[in-house]
T-cell receptor
């Protein structure tokens, strides 16, 4: 069964460093997402991506964040200069067209120290 | 705008009993989808069930069913014959047809007791 895969599963980084979180969405899906979940809290929308551009972003997704689909299969989230409060589980998701469910990856746990 | 409300932060249920997890929603679009996800302690988000706003029948997937009451704007998840492996966090979510983002509720932590 096709699935969304994310790498790495856990990343530890120093405050101020750049990180890139990687995702391979399900191959025929058209819509891609990044969400984050601070430990024990709700799942928060960061950004959605369709047709090679951002379609919607939340207020959390400021200039420190960027997304890219460099090669038609990978979908990346970059955080330019990490802060302690960026520590969270980051989920990538993808879905097909229409009112369909989104499938999530297993998440990347980012720890900023 | 859309909003998801899950009023049960935690629930304890005896194994083999049925359990209902509450979810109410508010959306300004007549066309929308409702979803339930399970998040076990390992952290991944597992899709369980989907209900479209125009679907006439309640969605079912194995032991999961969605009690969709459109007039009351509720989309409760029913798990029949609960198992120890059902212990997890459960999130209700929605997406409006004209929107891209999926909005999540705060979740309900379900504990199944042996």
């Amino acid at each position: 069964e096709p699935e969304v895969t994310q790498t790495p599963s856990h990343q530890v980084t120093q405050m101020g460093q750049e990180v890139i979180l990687r995702c391979v969405p399900i191959s025929n899906h058209l819509y891609f997402y990044w969400y984050r979940q601070i430990l024990g809290q709700k799942v928060e929308f960061l950004v959605s991506f369709y047709n090679n551009e951002i379609s919607e972003k939340s207020e959390i997704f400021d200039d420190q964040f960027s997304v890219e689909r460099p090669d038609g299969s990978n979908f990346t989230l970059k955080i330019r200069s990490t802060k302690l409060e960026d520590s969270a589980m980051y989920f990538c998701a993808s879905r097909d067209r229409g009112l369909t469910e989104a499938f999530f990856g297993q998440g990347t746990r980012l720890t900023v120290v | 705008a859309q909003k998801i409300t899950q009023t049960q932060p935690g629930m304890f249920v005896q194994e083999k009993e049925a359990v209902t997890l509450d979810c109410t929603y508010d959306t300004s679009d007549p066309s929308y989808g409702l979803f339930w996800y399970k998040q076990p302690s390992s952290g991944e988000m597992i899709f369980l069930i989907y209900q479209g706003s125009y679907d006439q029948q309640n969605a079912t997937e194995g032991r999961y069913s969605l009690n969709f009451q459109k007039a009351r704007k509720s989309a409760n998840l029913v798990i029949s014959a609960s198992q120890l492996g059902d212990s997890a966090m459960y999130f209700c979510a929605s997406r409006m047809n004209r929107d891209d983002k999926i909005i999540f509720g705060k979740g309900t932590r379900l504990h199944i007791l042996p």
